[in-house]
């Protein structure tokens, strides 16, 4: 069974952005680049899978759609404990054109299991995995909390709103992943970070593809006013500011 | 031309976010000069599906296939595609929720439909489309244009606003094309939370942090979300902790919610945390740290011990409505 992990390179989750040429384009100045949250999660629990010798998981694969600077971040995935990694260069311009290009190599090999998180944590897209898996005519399960293997079958939790569902599914089958996948992210160690080094990273380039959304511009949220502070004596007057200012009880 | 809706219900019955998203549906059909169009699919007696119609939905299409008792998302896409073939549908909303998250990126990859996710907003205007959505988790907005004559939209949810415009609608059933060895992926179990106000459909929700020290505690937070009638959340080391369930975290990596109220005891207010909440209306913090970031999130603030504000305002809420 070979598993893909759909990796996305994002902005560590503490970064304060900020935006250049008439807020057109992210400024990436001093960003610190990280695997996204949901992936770096599916990734761990692909490995989990794989490390579990009741399994038969041959290898773990990472794929990313991406200029070389994101590099450094499929490291990090490799040095995690993923196999090999696959980097389609190319500038991903909308969720579509990467959708396209991961289906166009997805094509090429047999993967049993693909993995992409719910959502990437810079344009909150929610979309490439399920794209992917119309794209390639495959099922998906979405928002998923727990992946089981039992003899090479899949046994699923998904989240529905309001409960959970237990799932079962046929091969190939596209996983978007969400929190409780895995709990804590693996991080890598010093001999991860050396066998890295030596790990296939290949680099494919795109196909012909088009993009469907154009980001026009950005704006950042209006600056809040200053919070009032409420005596901690005086309780009763936060209701009343609920009450009558804010009227939301 | 038609707008059309796909309406999620639970058991037959639809929520305050179906109405949200039927507005904001009629509201563009009226943009676009168009029908609005609901799709419900599974059983939902003709009294509760009329609702739809009490928000602008002018046709009411029903599928009731045993295959799709649950949601099978190639099922589910293959017959929101048919049905808006059929209907010359042109844009297609869904809420941006787990099963629109599901299904909205297949219809639009299906439907060469540019999608436009967790929109909070009407576009300005039809051509261009172009329609304003949060990014980086709550820390900026974009506006993106979508570029097909098709296209597809999740609306965040408590973004729009639920308004009445009551139709006259033709209601109809459709027979999609699809068999049984069309699907792929099958439900064993169901487990639903019953009698639980769902976190993400709550107005007022009260959370607690690691500032509540330990989970005997939550009685403190239960008592007031009671008086309050509100949902209880949590951050993310309360869940991974284990002191309360997965489902009430919120943020960045948890639920993304949108109540009129988010009271928040014992909670720092890390980024990722408010990237959970920050479209709350207003937010009230407890904390005993006068330089906690989430004061600069708050509304409304309060520096004091959890454990002992908690209970006074639980009381004080009482005597206000007695
Ligand atoms: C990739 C990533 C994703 C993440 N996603 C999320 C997410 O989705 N949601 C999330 O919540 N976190 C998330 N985090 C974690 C986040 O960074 C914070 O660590 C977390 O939110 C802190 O939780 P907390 O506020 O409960 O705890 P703490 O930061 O420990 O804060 C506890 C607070 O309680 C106060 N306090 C202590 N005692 C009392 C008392 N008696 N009365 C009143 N106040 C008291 C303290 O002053 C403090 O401010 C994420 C982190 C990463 C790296």
């Not at chain 1, 030596?198 to 950005?218: G, H, I, T």
């Not at chain 2, 330990?214 to 007031?224: A, G, I």
């Not at chain 2, 708050?298 to 504000?309: E, F, K, L, P, T």
Request: charged share 25%; proline share 4%.
């Amino acid at each position: 069974m070979k598993i893909l992990v759909c990796i996305s390179n994002v902005p560590d989750t503490t970064t304060k952005v900020r935006f250049t040429n008439d807020n057109t384009q992210l400024d990436t100045n001093g960003i610190q680049w990280v695997i996204n949250p949901w992936d770096e999660l599916a990734l761990t629990r692909a490995l989990q899978l794989k490390e579990d010798k009741n399994n038969s998981v041959e290898s773990v694969t990472v794929i990313h759609v991406g200029g070389k600077e994101s590099e450094p971040t499929i490291r990090k995935a490799l040095a995690i404990g993923a196999d090999d990694a696959i980097r389609v260069n190319a500038e991903p311009t909308d969720a579509y054109f990467v959708a396209s290009q991961l289906a166009e190599v997805i094509q090429q090999h047999d993967f049993d299991i693909i993995f992409a998180g719910i959502e990437s944590s810079d344009y909150n897209g929610a979309a490439v995995g399920g794209m992917l898996s119309e794209m390639l005519g495959m099922p998906s399960i979405s928002a998923v909390s727990s992946f089981e293997l039992e003899n090479d079958q899949v046994r699923i939790i998904r989240e529905i709103d309001g409960g959970k569902e237990t799932m079962t599914s046929q091969l190939p089958l596209v996983v978007v992943a969400q929190k409780g996948i895995a709990i804590e992210p693996r991080i890598a160690n010093m001999r991860g970070i050396m066998m890295a080094r030596k790990k296939p990273l290949n680099v494919v380039e795109p196909a012909e593809k088009d993009s469907m959304v154009d980001f026009v511009d950005f704006e950042l949220p209006q600056a809040k006013p200053p919070c009032k502070m409420v005596d901690p004596e005086n309780v009763q007057e936060l209701v009343d500011l609920l009450q009558n200012e804010a009227k939301v009880i | 031309m038609a707008i059309l809706v796909y309406t999620e219900h639970w058991d037959g019955q639809f929520k305050k976010s179906t109405f949200e998203l039927v507005s904001y549906a009629s509201k563009l059909a009226e943009m676009a000069d168009a029908q609005t169009v609901a799709l419900s699919i599974g059983q939902v007696d003709e009294d509760n599906l009329r609702q739809l119609a009490d928000y602008g939905a002018d046709k009411i299409i029903t599928v009731n296939q045993a295959n799709l008792k649950y949601l099978d998302n190639q099922a589910y896409t293959s017959v929101i595609q048919q049905v808006a073939d059929q209907e010359g549908a042109d844009i297609m909303v869904l809420a941006h929720n787990n099963t629109g998250k599901a299904l909205a990126p297949r219809l639009s990859a299906r439907m060469q439909a540019a999608l436009g996710s967790e929109v909070n907003q009407l576009p300005a205007e039809l051509d261009p489309f172009v329609v304003n959505k949060k990014v980086f988790s709550g820390k900026a907005f974009a506006n993106v244009k979508l570029k097909t004559d098709k296209k597809v939209l999740t609306l965040a949810q408590n973004s729009f606003g639920i308004y009445e415009n009551t139709q006259e609608p033709i209601i109809e059933n459709f027979e999609p094309t699809l068999s049984d060895e069309q699907i792929k992926t099958q439900v064993t179990d169901v487990e639903k939370h019953r009698d639980k106000l769902l976190l993400t459909d709550a107005e007022l929700v009260v959370s607690g942090g690691r500032g509540m020290k330990s989970p005997e505690n939550w009685d403190k937070l239960n008592d007031l979300a009671n008086e309050l009638g509100a949902a209880l959340a949590c951050s993310r080391p309360v869940s991974d902790e284990g002191w309360r369930p997965h489902e009430e975290h919120t943020g960045q990596t948890g639920k993304i919610i949108a109540p009129d109220l988010y009271i928040a005891a014992g909670i720092s207010g890390a980024i990722q945390h408010i990237a959970g909440v920050s479209a709350a209306k207003y937010i009230v913090a407890i904390n005993n740290d006068p330089d906690a970031p989430i004061f600069e999130m708050a509304d409304y603030g309060i520096v004091g011990d959890a454990m002992q504000v908690l209970p006074e305002l639980t009381e004080a809420l009482r005597k206000a409505r007695s």
